[in-house]
Every structure is written in structure tokens, then in C-alpha cells.
């Protein structure tokens, strides 16, 4: 059960008083502060509905069925010639989405039916996953060239401009495309990732945060990628089918090329004097709406990340965190995000 959803001007925040999420350090006036701008201050239009006295459910939110909408598989070339899969459906303003690690396109076989009837939906294989590319060295997995494959995708599709969705990751990649692309964003839609000023505060300041990190410090090791397997990478997964696909997407990719990322793009130590690669030293505010949603029982990126994310931002932002869904936050509180998602997109969406 997801934590009581609490109702205000129409939208609905899931919180709980209990919600302290495994990991984190104990109740700071930061943490605080948090809670009582997500409880109060910050207002979440998302547009869901009048408020009554017995507070929606998730399932209260617009995931209205639908016909279902052919999916094709699709390629675009990206720099160096690198050739990046990705699955695209429906037609509208497009949306593009961005899986994180371990995972592959069919992250998203949940969100993609909620949105394909009204949006133009494409959902990457980043290079080194599944269908797409698998380039050797550490180099071809660092950040500009991930960007490069976002926008190498958007292009293929003929769109000027775009929605861009990351988790884990994905979110990372979707946080860089924003700072550099700023003009060919629609809206910005984050899962998990805090922004990545934010995230390096923790990695210097925050002991729980420190040591929450050390699997990627792990990974930037010489050789980490050994003993991996598609079936390990996947036991996360409980359906059937869906485990299997996985399975199948991850025999498919480079286990090295996953850690190329980690080894590429992910600060190499702790305290006050790391840093981060590629990432300025003073980004823009992200200049569209901004819409982030996270699993308090994340324990690899923990929620207190996100303080201050709305003085990031120069338009509207919505922060939704979950209590009792976890780092992959799109498939543990899948009806609470789809719903999200689709009523915050249709909110925003474009009259021309």
C-alpha cells in the first residue's frame, strides 16, 4: 500500500509520517523542511481533481485504458556513428524517456500505454543496453556523448522540441540535456535523480549519502563488471514475462559498458573536495516546468537530495515522493506515477 495521499488545491502528495526513508540521516531542520514545503508551501498543480474529505488513491488518477497503440522499433545515428535503439508510439508533442541502470527500454512498458494515446512516446536502449550500440572505452560513455544520443534521437523523429524523462541514470542524462538544451525542452520530468548540484552537496557533506554510494565507487573499479550476469542483473524483476525480457535485453548489452558510466561520469571520492565530470559549476535554471517524483525507500539516492530542487527551477515545480516505493520508483508505485505523469503532462501540454 502506498502511503495516505494528502489532497491539496486538487493534488495530490503521498507522504506518511513514517515516510523517513531507510538510510537517511535522522530528522534535520533540512529534512524537516522538506516535508513541511511538500505539506504546505509548495503547490503541486497537477490538476487531479476537486479535493474531498476522503482523500484520493492513485487509482483515482486519469489512467484511463485505452486502445493499445502499435510500438515499432526504431534507430537513430548519434556521434561517431553510434547507433542508438529506441521504441516509438503514438502521435503528438513527443516525449522522450530514458532508463537508468540496470535496465533497457521496456523500463517503461507501464508508462509508455498511459501516454501513447495523445503523445508521441520514444523510449532509448542507451548505448551499451540491449538494441543499441555497444562502443568499447571508458570515453564513449561520457556524458556530452550520452546527451548527444538524446538529442541524435529527437532529431530522427523530425521534433523541434521535446518532453524529456530520466530515471536514475536517465535522470542524470535528462538533468545535462537541460542545461545544455535548454531551448529545445518542453518539460522536465525526473524519477529519483536529484539535480546534480544538489546530489554533489550530499557526496561532500552527508555521511549517509557517502556511504549509499560506495556500489558506484565499486564500479568504477578495473574489472567490477566481472562475474555479472543477465539473470542477476534482472532478479529485481518478479513478473514472469517481463523478467524474461530482461533477461533477454541484458544478454543482449556490454556489462562494461554499464560500469563505463559509473567510471565516466560519477565523482571518484567523497567530501568536500569531489566533483562530479561534466557538470558546471553553476548550471541555468532549468527555465521549464519541472516535475520530480521519488521513492523514499530509495537507498541508493536518498530523498533528502532533493532539498532545495524547486530553487532550481524558474518555472513551476512539482515534487512527488512515495513512501513506500523504492529506487525504481516507476515500477514499485507504477498506477501513482503513470496518473502523475499523464495529468501533470496534460496540464502543460501545447494548444499549437
Not at 536517465?170 to 531551448?183: D, K, R, V
Not at 522536465?188 to 539535480?195: A, E, F, K, N, Q
Not at 525504481?328 to 505523469?341: E, H, P, R, S, Y
Request: hydrophobic residues 40%; glycine residues 8%.
Amino acid at each position: 500500500m502506498l502511503g495516505q495521499p494528502i489532497c491539496l488545491d486538487g493534488a495530490i502528495v503521498n507522504m506518511g509520517a513514517d515516510a523517513q526513508p531507510a538510510g537517511d540521516r535522522a530528522l534535520t531542520e533540512e529534512s524537516f523542511m522538506l516535508r513541511a514545503i511538500f505539506a504546505g508551501t509548495l503547490l503541486l498543480a497537477l490538476s487531479l481533481g476537486a479535493c474531498t474529505t476522503q482523500a484520493a488513491g492513485p487509482a483515482e488518477l486519469n489512467t484511463t485504458a485505452h486502445k493499445p497503440v502499435a510500438v515499432q522499433d526504431k534507430y537513430a545515428t548519434s556521434v561517431g556513428g553510434v547507433k542508438i535503439h529506441y521504441a516509438a508510439s503514438g502521435k503528438g508533442p513527443l516525449v522522450v524517456l530514458i532508463h537508468g541502470y540496470p535496465d533497457f527500454s521496456g523500463s517503461w512498458t507501464k508508462l509508455t500505454p498511459a501516454l501513447n494515446d495523445a503523445f508521441r512516446v520514444v523510449a532509448l536502449d542507451t548505448r551499451g543496453y540491449n538494441l543499441s550500440d555497444h562502443p568499447d572505452g571508458v570515453e564513449n560513455y561520457e556524458m556530452p556523448k550520452l546527451v548527444a544520443d538524446v538529442q541524435a534521437v529527437i532529431d530522427a523523429e523530425g521534433y523541434k522540441t521535446a518532453t524529456v524523462l530520466g530515471h536514475d541514470w536517465g535522470g542524470s542524462i535528462a538533468w545535462m540535456y537541460a542545461f545544455t538544451h535548454p531551448e529545445k525542452l518542453d518539460n522536465l520530468i525526473i524519477l529519483s535523480t536529484p539535480h546534480p548540484i544538489l546530489f554533489m552537496r550530499e557526496m561532500q557533506t552527508n555521511p549517509a549519502q557517502q556511504a549509499s554510494s560506495q556500489y558506484a565507487r565499486n564500479f568504477q573499479k578495473e574489472g567490477s563488471e566481472t562475474g555479472m550476469t543477465a539473470e542477476g542483473l534482472a532478479r529485481r524483476v518478479a513478473d514472469p514475462e517481463l523478467h524474461a525480457k530482461y533477461v533477454e535485453a541484458f544478454k543482449r548489452s556490454s556489462f562494461s559498458a554499464m560500469m563505463n558510466y559509473y567510471r565516466a561520469n560519477y565523482p571518484k571520492m567523497v567530501g568536500p573536495g569531489a566533483k562530479r565530470p561534466f557538470v558546471p559549476d553553476n548550471p541555468p535554471q532549468i527555465p521549464v516546468p519541472l516535475l520530480v517524483i521519488h521513492g523514499m525507500k530509495d537507498t541508493a539516492l536518498l530523498s533528502v537530495g532533493h532539498v532545495g530542487t524547486w530553487d532550481k527551477a524558474a518555472k513551476d515545480s512539482t515534487l512527488v515522493m512515495v513512501p513506500d516505493a523504492g529506487h525504481f520508483v516507476q515500477q514499485d508505485a507504477a498506477d501513482l506515477v503513470n496518473g502523475t505523469i499523464r495529468n501533470w503532462l496534460d496540464l502543460r501540454r501545447k494548444t499549437s
